[in-house]
Every structure is written in C-alpha cells, then in structure tokens.
C-alpha cells in the first residue's frame, strides 16, 4: 500500500508541472495507475478473504470430524449401555443355553441306550449263573432250521448279531406259546385274518435271500445259548411299518424294548 501511495505522489507531482498541451496524455496515465491501484487493491481482498474462507473451512472440517467421532463414541455407549446391549446379552444366553440343552439331550439318549442295552442282557440261573435256555424242547427239523435262518435273514438282514439273535427267539417263543402253531416252519408261514405274520414271506423276500454266516452264527445262539427276548412274541420296525398296524400294536400289546431298528411286544397279561 506505501509504494502505491508514493507512486500516486509523484505522478501528480509530475502533472504538476506539465503543460497544458500533455495533459490529456497525462490524464490518460493517471487513469491507468488508478484501475491497476484499485485491481490491487481488491487482490489484496480477494486473497485475504480467500485465506479466510480456508481457515473457515478446515475448521468446518475439523469440528465436523470431532462432531463424528463424538457421534460414533456416542452410538458406542448406547451399544453398551441401551437396549442394544440387552440384545447382545439375550442373544449370548440363548446360545449358552441352546449349548447345554444339547449336552442334556445327548445325555438322555445315552442313558436310553444303556437301558436298552441292559433291557436285553441274558436271563441267568440264579444257582448255576449261566444262561437260561427255554427252547431245548423244541425239535427242529432241516426244513425248520433253513425257514429260520431264511427268516431271520430277511427280517434282521441289517441288525447286529444281538438283533438277530431277538428275531430268532420271537419266532421260538412263539412255537412255545399256546396262541401260536408248534413248528418253525408253521410259525413262520402262518396268518391271522388272512394276513402273512411275517411279511419277507409274502413279498419275496424270504426266497431271494443269501444266508450269512453272521445270520447262522446268531440263529445257532439263540437255539442253543442265549436267551434276550424277554419272551417276546411280536416285532416291528416302526418306521417302516404300517402305521394302522403300528397303531393296532400299540393298543393290543404289550411294549417290551427296542433294539436296533425294531421294537419288541408281547401278549398282555
């Protein structure tokens, strides 16, 4: 601004002591010095005020991040200390206790097992301590023996050597009972209401059947060792039967055990 002054002066000074016949020259100049002082001069604004808008912003932008930040520490607290919070703290519940509704659920069918298993341990002589075998009375035939290994095989094909050892008694017990014929073979091929009581016999598969050594092994300790049975007279695999026929069992028998994929009946008393 002092040099602009000082160059104003001395151009008026110079006006001054021109003469008449250069003054629209001079005034020409004049003109000129006072538009470039004044471009200056509003520059110099400009600029100012252009330094001024930047501060104005970067604190714009300063205070807008603080705002954030106090806004995010904001939300966090209510996370911890809201309703949100609460949620978190349900959700972690449920999960813990889902976890040991699991482990007790998986207890259960432990102990379920256990019982089954202990449901079908051998009948012991209290004397002698060794197993009770009630069908040495039965005679059996050839043909008998292969109807029931046939038998057993068809209907117990996919059990354990135990399952299969429970199929053959049913089939014993029954040539044991009053209500039931008095051979194997009769045993196996008899009906009642003119339905098959054993259903490998009607559909095929009692004669399309390979005999195992697994299916002998079990037919020959259920004839001559162990007795599992409980004297079950009935059997049936629940998800695969007739539900009417499961239903009629259910009325008319006596629930005994379950194992592997049957479950076990006999008569009422």
């Known amino acids: 601004m002092l040099t602009i002054q000082n160059l104003l002066k001395n151009v008026y ?31 110099h604004g400009f600029g100012g005020a ?4 930047s501060v104005v912003e970067c604190s714009s932008m ?15 607290s209510e996370l911890l200390t809201g309703g949100k919070f609460a949620t978190l703290c349900r959700q972690a519940v449920d999960v813990e206790q889902s976890k040991i509704e699991e482990l007790e659920k998986a207890e259960i069918q432990k102990r379920e097992v256990v019982a089954v298993c202990a449901s079908v341990e051998p009948v ?27 038998i057993v095989q068809a209907e117990a094909g996919g059990e354990d050597e135990q399952g299969r050892i429970l199929v053959a008694e049913v089939i014993l017990n029954r ?43 079990a037919v020959e300790k259920a004839i001559h060792e162990e007795d599992l049975s409980q004297g079950a007279l009935f059997f049936s695999a629940r998800r695969k039967a007739n539900p009417y026929d499961m239903a009629w069992f259910d009325r008319n028998l006596t629930w005994l055990f379950q194992y592997g994929g049957h479950e076990f009946y006999t008569l009422p008393k």
């Not at 252009?50 to 808008?53: F, I, L, T």
């Not at 197993?131 to 029931?148: C, M, R």
């Not at 051979?183 to 091929?189: L, M």
């Not at 016999?201 to 004669?207: L, V």
């Open 62 to 76: 300063k205070e807008a991040a603080e705002d954030g930040a106090q806004a995010e520490n904001t939300e966090d």
């Open 13 to 43: 000074c110079c006006i001054k002591n021109i003469s008449k016949k250069s003054y629209r020259n001079c005034a020409v100049l004049v003109s000129g010095f006072s538009v470039f002082a004044m471009v200056s001069l509003n520059a």
């Open 50 to 53: 252009g330094k001024n808008r």
């Open 124 to 150: 012991f002589n209290e004397v002698q301590q060794v197993p009770v075998n009630p069908y040495g009375d039965i005679f059996i035939s050839e043909e008998d023996y292969e109807a029931l290994l046939r």
């Open 175 to 217: 040539v044991l009972a009053e209500e039931f014929a008095s051979t194997v073979s009769e045993v196996i091929f008899e009906r009642s209401g003119g339905s098959p009581q054993f259903a490998p016999t009607a559909d095929g598969r009692y004669y399309s059947v390979e005999v195992t050594q697994s299916t002998i092994d």
